[in-house]
């Protein structure tokens, strides 16, 4: 599975798509896939363009909602009948 992106790469993709370069051109200098930018862009977009650190909280509260509940709860303490 490939890793997401960081943000200090999404924040090359902000710089670079303001400054109008495509996503062929941002995927080529950031070693990725265009598939990874186009998916990127308008996944974690604003409602007034793409910004790197709005675009990593919206990634990282998307991941924290998909993960499972027992990855995201405290272990649970065992019950008397469980204990030595």
């Known amino acids: ?3 997401r992106p960081t943000l200090e790469e999404r924040e090359v993709i902000a710089h670079k798509h303001r ?3 495509t996503q062929t051109r941002i995927a080529q200098r950031l070693g990725r896939s265009k598939s990874t ?10 409602c007034n363009g793409y910004w790197a650190v709005a675009a990593q909280r919206k990634a990282e509260r998307r991941r ?3 993960m499972p509940a027992a990855a995201t709860s405290a272990p649970k303490r065992a019950s008397a009948s469980q204990r030595p």
């Open 1 to 3: 599975m490939a890793s």
């Open 19 to 21: 400054a109008g370069k």
């Open 37 to 46: 930018i186009s998916r990127e862009l308008p996944r974690n977009r604003s």
């Open 64 to 66: 924290i909602m998909t």
